[in-house]
């Protein structure tokens, strides 16, 4: 009798401290999240201190930026795939500490051509962190709280666009300063998961698989296809709300910081796509928040400070569950030999959407509303329905 109280404690022990190990491990993705993501939007409250240190024009400065997100981009295809085969914990902690010493490059920079080459490489090495943090995710918390987990990595990638701007415009120093305070942040989140990564499940044992295999065996996956075709919208139509809208400036009138509040709150809602995954599937999921985000859209085709306003926080709210849904799409179909394959390709596809919006909106914003918010709507739409169509040629596949 007393043996057997003593083993069921010892059980629960143990299962208590799986759930801490489990929370922590959360805990420090979520914060190395925000942290490496916003890197991404740090720099845009700087475009007038970069033009003025270096003597250059404003859209010259928005470069910085730009040098970041193309290499951060093209370094999920290298970079995704490799923790298939070299392990989840390893890349995790190479890639932190890669972006710290980016970081620190960065702040050194002394021309503009050094400061480009520096965001660059630093986009090079932030690009590690998102497709492992997402496979580690999956493979590391038991499967009931997956959809969870997922839910709350996608929050953080989303929530770093606002809050890193807003950490760059009130720390004081600039730039340098900035990035020099940033850079040992980076060194910690690698000590804390060195230690929450679980080793064994981390590091792949099984045989090697050729990369031609294990992309094979995603490209004959429709949903998994769909997922990436549908995750090029989802931040094209994002980047393009916001872009359109600072290029149409005071004819929209209301005020772009406003603008930008207002859609804060509702990406809390990527918190609701754990239990919807879990009720629904992560499908169901995806293709609401597409739809959504497609209305969204076309709302605010009507031009209106109101209805740009009821716009900005229905677009928030689509992404924040098409972006969740989409990823749990793809990690739940993918297999432990490559998922990290899918779930890089799935970020550049993302990014590789908010990489072409820009361009865009500056162009049909010259037109009108109407073109300007309906051709990202009609794609998200588009979008739906080739996920939906997916979902059914996998199914008679099965």
Excluded at 108 to 130: E, H, T
Excluded at 246 to 261: H, M, N, S, V
Excluded at 371 to 390: E, F, I, M, R
Aim: with cysteine; glycine share 10%; aromatic share 8%.
């Amino acid at each position: 009798m007393h043996l057997k109280s003593t083993l069921n404690v010892g059980s629960q022990f143990k299962a208590e401290a799986l759930a801490v190990r489990h929370i922590s491990l959360l805990a420090l993705l979520m914060a190395c999240g925000f942290m490496v993501v916003g890197q991404l939007y740090v720099t845009i409250p700087m475009v007038a201190e970069i033009s003025a240190r270096f003597g250059i024009d404003p859209a010259q400065a928005a470069l910085a930026g730009t040098a970041f997100g193309v290499a951060y981009a093209a370094g999920f295809l290298l970079f995704g795939p490799m923790s298939d085969r070299l392990g989840r914990k390893r890349m995790i902690l190479i890639g932190l500490i890669a972006t710290a010493i980016a970081t620190g490059l960065v702040a050194l920079a002394d021309s503009f051509q050094a400061l480009l080459a520096a965001r660059a490489v630093q986009g090079l090495a932030a690009s590690i962190f998102p497709p492992v943090a997402l496979s580690l995710v999956t493979e590391e918390l038991p499967p009931k709280h997956r959809p969870l987990g997922v839910s709350l990595m996608s929050f953080a990638f989303l929530g770093a666009a606002p809050l890193a701007q807003l950490f760059a415009a009130w720390a004081p120093g600039g730039m340098t300063q900035t990035m020099l305070q940033l850079a040992p942040f980076y060194l910690l989140g690698a000590a804390g998961l060195f230690f929450a990564v679980s080793a064994g499940r981390a590091t792949l044992a099984s045989a090697p698989v050729s990369g031609g295999s294990r992309l094979g065996s995603l490209l004959r996956d429709p949903v998994i296809l769909a997922a990436w075709a549908a995750a090029v919208t989802v931040l094209f139509g994002f980047v393009s709300f916001y872009g359109g809208a600072q290029a149409l400036g005071a004819q929209l009138g209301i005020d772009l910081q406003t603008l930008r509040l207002i859609g804060l709150p509702p990406l809390l809602l990527a918190f609701a796509a754990a239990p919807l995954t879990r009720r629904y599937g992560a499908t169901v999921t995806a293709r609401a928040g597409l739809v959504l985000a497609a209305l969204a859209l076309a709302i605010a085709t009507a031009g209106s400070s109101l209805a740009i306003g009821a716009a900005a926080a229905a677009l928030a709210a689509g992404v924040a569950l098409a972006v969740p849904g989409l990823i749990a799409t793809v990690a739940g179909r993918a297999s432990n030999t490559n998922r990290g394959l899918a779930l890089a390709i799935y970020s550049f596809a993302l990014f590789l959407g908010a990489s072409f919006a820009p361009p865009v909106a500056q162009t049909l914003g010259r037109i009108g509303t109407v073109p300007l918010w309906l051709c990202p709507a009609a794609l998200l739409l588009l979008a739906t329905l080739a996920l939906s169509v997916g979902v059914r040629r996998g199914q008679s596949a099965a």
